[in-house]
């Protein structure tokens, strides 16, 4: 009985705001019933992303994040966040150097991520990191565009191409058949309760990769 109300609650709450009530109030209600402010999908992924860059020796003083900003209050001394599509790195490398490029759920939106690839390995300054991170098991989401997929086969020898040495990537991947099937609707919020983080490999719903330059 207690998570069939607890799901009733969550499919109320993932209504987008401008059907439903203003984003402060679902937040609060979410916490209250204990959902996290993290969606399913990434709670693995992100676990394992932060234990990659922790590893990085010497801590990475420059770094750049593409389209997103969860990575902002890591501690990096110079952080530096552009959002695609305003800022799109298909369009040529940037006039600086970085020890750390972090692209999140953007490369699959897209036009060419081969030339974007390219442009990361060419703001990176020689021993500099690339973290990507893509969707594999998701449904379409069109922002403005949505373009590719690859498992970690693919985004090892993609990233190869790109510049890097297969000896230098590490990749991993996380999903299961509930996770995927849930998230095909809309985007669902954490809950300990409700969700499993167990992992089923030939169903990833989320890659991730870490390239050494």
């Known amino acids: 009985m207690k998570k069939t109300i607890i799901r009733l609650v969550e499919w109320i709450f993932d209504i987008p705001d401008d059907e439903w009530v203003v984003t402060g109030?679902?937040?609060?209600?979410?916490?209250?019933?204990g959902?996290?402010?993290?969606q399913w999908l990434r709670v693995v992924m992100n676990q394992e992303t932060r234990k990659l860059v922790s590893a990085i020796e010497p801590v990475p003083r420059n770094v750049l994040e593409i389209s997103g900003q969860y990575w902002e209050k890591f501690g990096f001394s110079n952080y530096r966040k552009l959002f695609y599509p305003e800022f799109n790195i298909c369009d040529g490398p940037l006039d600086e150097q970085f020890d750390l490029i972090i692209a999140e759920q953007v490369f699959e939106h897209l036009l060419w991520p081969y030339r974007a690839g390219k442009n990361?390995?060419?703001?990176?300054?020689?021993g500099g990191y690339f973290l990507v991170t893509t969707p594999f098991l998701v449904r379409v989401h069109e922002h403005p565009t949505d373009c590719s997929r690859w498992t970690?086969?693919?985004?090892?020898?993609f990233l190869a191409e790109?510049?890097?040495s297969l000896d230098h990537i590490s990749t991993g991947a996380w999903g299961n058949r509930s996770c995927i099937t849930r998230n095909f609707p809309r985007w669902i919020?954490?809950?300990p309760w409700l969700h499993s983080l167990k992992n089923e490999t030939l169903l990833p719903a989320v890659v991730w990769a870490l390239a050494k330059k």
């Open 25 to 33: 109030v679902k937040r609060k209600m979410r916490g209250w019933l």
């Open 35 to 38: 959902f996290r402010e993290e």
């Open 120 to 126: 990361v390995y060419t703001n990176l300054n020689s």
């Open 152 to 157: 970690q086969t693919g985004i090892r020898h």
């Open 162 to 164: 790109c510049g890097f």
């Open 189 to 191: 919020h954490y809950h």
